[in-house]
């Protein structure tokens, strides 16, 4: 049985096998199921609709903003950070970039992953290495033309925090993406981020910490594997950012910077959500970058 295959086995009853970047390489994505469930709102610059698909046959819900016209539309993936699982919302913190990049002309998807309402399954308790799997699902599904308005050769990935975190796994597993945006993200060091989260929570997640081996945490770090990166990241943090270290950030530049990878880094004097003028600079550059590689 293949490591991938166990570790969705044993989540199924409760003990969680973690997944590393290896695993996620040897695994098949696009589980089908996808339908959209119903209209959530019409206004005059696009339509958002709940959707639904099968990811390790959980059923996963997010909501898609599709511009008004036949496309086919670039994609941006909106990738939320966390957010407590049991108070989670569909229209979540994230839903004003989401809705900000369909004014400006793509087609968005914003999912939230297994374990946040009304997707069925449990929600990661430390690595969140599952979630990404929920995206190269989502994405699988697309490229194979569940909504024919998008193009799914032009795909992008915009992730806070957390989702910044999910976004770099990604990146590494399907290299059709054509850009990614990092803002106030976690690291790329899976140690780091379980540290973190062990301090978040007093100690109540992030447990893998004290009892994952060393090489596995090393296997499912998406730094280890960044020369293999084969897509532009556009790097963004607020130098007043209290739950995330902006050094993480820069840290990730200088690897990519060091390699030959193509990034831009930004800083801004900001805490972990951007706003007002800063937030309207923020977006100014992310048109721009999406601009550059999704056009």
């Known amino acids: 049985m293949k490591p991938w295959l166990l570790g969705v086995l044993l989540l199924g009853v409760g003990l969680a096998q973690p997944l590393t970047l290896p695993d996620l390489w040897e695994r098949a994505y696009g589980e089908g199921g996808f339908r959209v469930e119903r209209v959530l709102e019409r206004n005059p610059r696009f339509t958002r609709v709940l959707f639904s698909h099968l990811s390790d046959g959980l059923r996963v819900y997010g909501f898609a903003n599709l511009p008004l016209g036949q496309g086919p539309f670039p994609v941006v993936v909106v990738l939320h950070g966390y957010v407590e699982p049991s108070r989670y919302r569909i229209l979540a913190y994230t839903t004003p970039y989401a809705d900000f990049l369909a004014e400006a002309g793509y087609l968005v998807l914003h999912p939230n992953y297994r374990g946040h309402p009304p997707s069925e399954g449990r929600p990661a308790m430390g690595l969140r290495h599952v979630y990404a799997v929920d995206v190269l699902n989502l994405l699988a599904e697309v490229r194979k033309g569940v909504l024919p308005q998008a193009d799914g050769r032009r795909i992008g990935l915009f992730g806070h925090s957390m989702g910044g975190g999910i976004a770099q796994v990604v990146a590494l597993v399907d290299f059709r993406l054509k850009g990614v945006v990092l803002y106030g993200s976690m690291s790329g060091d899976e140690r780091r981020n379980l540290e973190r989260i062990r301090y978040w929570s007093g100690g109540t997640r992030g447990q893998e910490l004290l009892t994952l081996p060393p090489k596995t945490l090393e296997e499912a770090s998406a730094w280890t594997y960044l020369e293999r990166v084969a897509v532009p990241f556009s790097v963004h943090h607020g130098t007043q950012d209290a739950q995330v270290p902006p050094e993480w950030s820069w840290e990730l530049c200088r690897r990519l910077k060091s390699l030959g990878k ?34």
């Open 262 to 295: 193509p990034v831009e880094c930004f800083s801004y004097p900001a805490g972990h959500l951007f706003r007002g003028p800063v937030d309207r600079v923020f977006r100014q550059r992310v048109l721009a970058f999406f601009g550059r590689v999704l056009r």
